[in-house]
């Protein structure tokens, strides 16, 4: 079976389309694929349904919804020696769709992030690009962008889409590390028109333009950035993002890439080591939350 909720929702078995065409059919489908291998309580499908209040008729109506999938299960694993009821089970006091996690573009995009993650800690910018962009591939476009949501499947596509964004930036400060300003140039300008508030992007903007010999171009990002804080949150700019703006002005040596064969010059002070080498690390809460 393959998944996915990065985008319009998909489903397929054997290469058959099991995807429901009413709307609440395919919200619990979505539901029980993001907790996969889990069983998923009757109250909380009900609660992802139709909220705090549910009709009298819920349970029943639940009922037929779950042996509609049942049915557009088994219609698509004709041939194959599976029973639809050994994939999506019945438990005491709820339902588990019995796939492999990998199955589901989500838990895929979640494996791949804490690989890309954990090379980026471990030093190896190559890995984590490399990992993240894999994750970021798997997007094709908003989380569960085609489907109605109660509150739970809410919760999913605001988690799923932050931590696209997140991803996004631990990548591009693994791309900026390997000298790759160049590359990310037209992507950032997207990204920051995009996220007219998060910082974190913006400075990643900063050093990219400034690298590449635009000085005057990231000046100017730094004021648009700060012309947008001031009028929606009637905030400056984070410290470290002002530092950069320092560092861009009078032309800071510690701005330039790093040569891997090259260390850092020694006896800097922590703050100013992560304002100027990797704007991510010193800006990443900050910019998420107002981004």
Request: charged share 25%; aromatic share 4%.
């Amino acid at each position: 079976m393959e998944i996915k909720v990065l985008g319009p929702l998909e489903a397929v078995e054997a290469e058959v389309s099991i995807v429901p065409t009413a709307g609440k059919p395919r919200q619990l489908l979505a539901l029980l694929a993001l907790n996969a291998r889990q069983m998923v309580p009757v109250v909380a499908m009900m609660d992802e349904l139709w909220g705090p209040r549910p009709p009298r008729s819920a349970a029943t109506t639940l009922q037929t919804y779950i042996f509609q999938l049942r049915r557009s299960l088994s219609a698509a694993m004709v041939g194959t020696g599976r029973d639809a009821k050994e994939v999506l089970i019945t438990r005491s006091a709820g339902y588990l769709l019995e796939t492999p996690m990998g199955d589901v573009d989500a838990c895929r995009f979640d494996e791949l992030t804490v690989r890309g993650y954990a090379a980026f800690e471990a030093g190896d910018p190559e890995a984590a690009s490399r990992q993240l962009g894999q994750a970021l591939g798997l997007w094709r476009g908003p989380a569960l962008i085609d489907l109605p949501r109660g509150s739970r499947l809410e919760i999913e596509a605001t988690r799923l889409d932050e931590s696209r964004v997140a991803a996004l930036e631990r990548r591009l400060d693994a791309d900026l590390q390997l000298g790759r300003h160049h590359e990310i140039l037209g992507e950032l300008a997207g990204l920051t028109a995009q996220y007219p508030l998060h910082e974190n992007l913006h400075a990643q903007f900063m050093l990219a333009l400034y690298r590449c010999g635009m000085s005057a171009r990231a000046l100017e990002v730094f004021r648009r950035l700060r012309a947008s804080l001031i009028d929606e949150l009637g905030l400056e700019p984070s410290a470290p993002v002002q530092r950069l703006q320092r560092a861009v002005l009078s032309s800071d040596p510690m701005l330039d890439p790093v040569h891997p064969l090259r260390p850092r010059t020694p006896g800097l002070g922590a703050d100013r080591r992560q304002a100027l080498e990797g704007p991510g690390r010193a800006m990443a809460p900050r910019a998420g939350s107002r981004g």
